[in-house]
């Protein structure tokens, strides 16, 4: 199967990339470290030749609603555009738990983000997942001050990224879903621990402060916006087994 994984240099989309390469699909990477970039419709066109399915891992790095809103605007629309018209069968979109009950900060993209695959023309499925196990060492490596590490606290349910990745491609090869079942790891964890625990796996001694973060995204995941409900698939490992292997 040809399948196209945009954001495939991503912390998800490179797993994806690697995993369905790996089981034999053939794989076309849209990012701007592979040469396409989502918002040129004639570069995403030419490269979505011959596809089946297309998986949206794309992502940006911002806290802001409406930087977020304006970039999945433009890189999603582009997408799902070009994916129409050459008649890609199939749009896979990975999302989070939680935006609609948050829809604030980089969450308020994601939102916009979903509305535009569910209105378009492609057949698509939704995937919604927790945090990532990694999410805990990309907050940390953003929220150094000097000797000190700040370590924001939220309640989240961390699943590993490699899970997130196989269930992706499951889903690709499946055909269009819709909304399926949110997706989180086995138990609920304090990010501030984590990133306490990220800091400290290869002994450094470096001082973590646990921080509330005033923002209307953070303060959702402090009251547990971001949690998934019972409905959820779970999926191993936990945080704490995940991280043994991180060295």
Do not use: C
């Not at 199939?90 to 993209?109: E, Q």
């Not at 959820?232 to 991180?246: H, K």
């Amino acid at each position: 199967m040809k399948i196209a994984v945009a954001g495939g240099t991503g912390t998800v989309g490179r797993l994806v990339v690697e995993r369905a390469r790996e089981a034999r699909h053939d794989v076309v990477v849209l990012s701007r470290a592979a040469g396409v970039d989502l918002r040129d419709r004639a570069a995403v066109e030419r490269a979505l030749a011959g596809t089946e399915a297309v998986i949206d891992a794309a992502s940006v790095g911002t806290t802001s609603a409406a930087t977020a809103t304006e970039f999945f605007a433009a890189a999603s629309g582009t997408l799902l555009s070009a994916a129409a018209s050459t008649g890609v069968g199939h749009a896979v979109l990975l999302s989070i738990v939680g935006i609609d009950r948050n829809p604030n900060g980089y969450y308020a993209g994601k939102v916009r983000q979903e509305q535009l695959f569910e209105d378009s023309a492609v057949p698509w499925s939704i995937l919604r997942a927790t945090q990532f196990h990694e999410f805990a060492g990309q907050v940390a490596m953003q929220a150094r001050l000097g000797p000190l590490q700040l370590a924001p606290r939220a309640r989240v349910q961390p699943v590993a990224a490699a899970e997130v990745a196989a269930r992706l491609i499951d889903l690709a090869v499946a055909g269009a879903q819709g909304r399926v079942p949110d997706l989180a790891g086995p138990r609920e964890e304090r990010l501030d621990r984590m990133i306490r625990a990220w800091v400290h796996r290869d002994g450094s001694r470096r001082l973590v402060i646990p921080v509330d973060i005033p923002s209307a995204q953070m303060r959702g995941m402090r009251e547990g916006l971001a949690l998934p409900g019972p409905g959820a698939t779970i999926a191993g490992p936990s945080f704490v087994d995940w991280l043994r292997t991180q060295r």
